[in-house]
């Protein structure tokens, strides 16, 4: 089932987009004088080309750009904009054909009839017409699954491989119909140039990116279990793959009995000059299971990374607050990692003057801010990181919970089948000397995450003091 956080992203481009095709579409019919008759058919076209604008931003939007994910801060709001855009396209496009045969009422049973297949007998129009009932029918079909059905990860990754035909009856829909956007040279070269650009990112998303991504290859160094937590720490191949704490990679693995399907995982620990990385995986469903067959020396691809989550934190301007709930605190354990881990920094004249520059974390001279984590479960047993987190104190420079608690860092595990839903104002009076002056960072349900974004600014938190990672795919 499609869940979308109530967080604010920016739809600019895309308002722009829409309003420059209504633009284009309003002012040709002025210049040429092309009115309707119907006036329903305003409606009705200014929906079929506001969806068919968002449509394309959809595909766009999932190529995994990085000039994309720079422009909206991260792949997880890219990700946010995609699926509410997939959304709201569906329910837009829906106004086209009500709108567009509305003036056959009060016959109902015309109007009936104009929303399903029609005979064409050689007539090009109702041609076309056909050809958008049946994108109509596909497009409920795949956004019906994705919104009110909760599919297996690679049953929903394999149901978004057929929007790509969507597009294709689309534009053969536009051409066989022959009306607005073909009769209007303006409005016909900036839609087909938006049709082209999401063609062009359908294929290459689909056939290409295997290619022609961000790729790494791998070797499995090593794998530890921890009670239902896989930890795999990865060696490079050959080349080095450049990353930060809380990125996530797509994981591709090829060897029998693991699916090979990419699953987006999140990087567990900082940066190191051997450019090794660990990810903590909970083996929740069929594929993660399947990872016990992981031995060390095979061979995996990576693609990525991804994310800005991180990057306040190593800005280190602000003091922390880390809140994860359930598989939401993934993202957390590298940042974690790095904060309790300032022994294994190197010296600005060993790392270099690049080194210091991209990862300012890795060198001894970066202060860490102190951070206060706090790991949201509604059970014990499903705190399966719980052991990780702590284990990762004991190993730190400070050897255990005393010295790490008197430089200033803590942690705590939040039960809410205990203690109730966990609130802002619980943690400002958990945080030593508040939470006003530090950096809020949140992952987890959006409705944890949408309930304390509100909480935190009702307390006076600013908005550019909470950060959030919202990568739920489905």
Known sequence: MLTASKTRQDYRPVIITVGITLILWLGSKWYVQDWFDNPWKYPAKAASLTATVMMCWCIVLATRAR?????????????????????????????????????????????????????????????????????????????????????????????????????????????????????????????????????????????????????FNYLVDTVERQGDIL?????????????????????????????????????????????????????????????????QGDQVTVYGP???????????????????????????????????????????????EKLTRTHPESINTWKSPLVALFYVCVTEDQASFDNDIKHEVILSQFHGFTAFEERGHSYELYLASRQGLISAEYIHHRVKGGVKERNIFLCGPSPMVDALIMQFSELGIGKDQIITEDFNLL
């Open 306 to 352: 991804y994310g800005r989550f991180s990057e306040r934190f190593l800005d280190a301007e602000r003091d922390c607050v880390f809140i994860g709930g359930g598989i939401g605190i993934t993202p957390f354990l590298g940042m974690w990692h790095v904060a309790l881990h300032s022994e294994e920094r190197i010296s600005a004249a060993h790392g270099g």
């Open 231 to 295: 930890e795999i720490t990865f060696s490079p191949e050959r080349e080095k793959m450049d990353f930060k704490p809380s990125q996530f990679v797509y994981l591709v693995i090829r060897k029998h009995g693991i699916t090979s399907e990419p699953h987006p995982y999140s990087i567990a620990c900082g940066y190191n000059l051997e450019s090794r990385f660990k990810l903590g995986i909970k083996q929740a469903g069929d594929h993660t299971r399947s990872l016990d067959l992981l031995e």
């Open 67 to 215: 000039c994309i994910e720079g422009y909206f801060n991260g792949l997880d709001k890219v990700y946010q904009i995609h699926k509410r855009l997939g959304k709201w396209s569906f329910f837009i496009i829906l106004l086209h054909p009500l709108f567009l045969y509305l003036d056959r009422l009060p016959d109902v049973a015309a109007f009936l009839r104009r929303l399903w297949l029609l005979p064409h007998e050689g007539n090009r129009y109702l041609l076309g017409h056909n050809l958008g009932i049946a994108a109509l029918i596909l497009m409920s079909c795949l956004v019906g699954l994705t919104l009110w059905i909760k599919l297996p990860y690679h049953l929903w990754k394999k149901s978004h491989e057929w929007f790509g035909l969507i597009l294709l009856v689309v534009i053969t829909h536009i051409v066989a119909v022959n009306r607005d956007i073909a009769a209007y040279p303006f409005l016909a070269a900036w839609m087909y140039s938006l049709l082209g650009l999401a063609a062009v990112s359908f294929v290459y998303i689909r056939f290409l990116y295997r290619f022609l991504g961000p790729r």
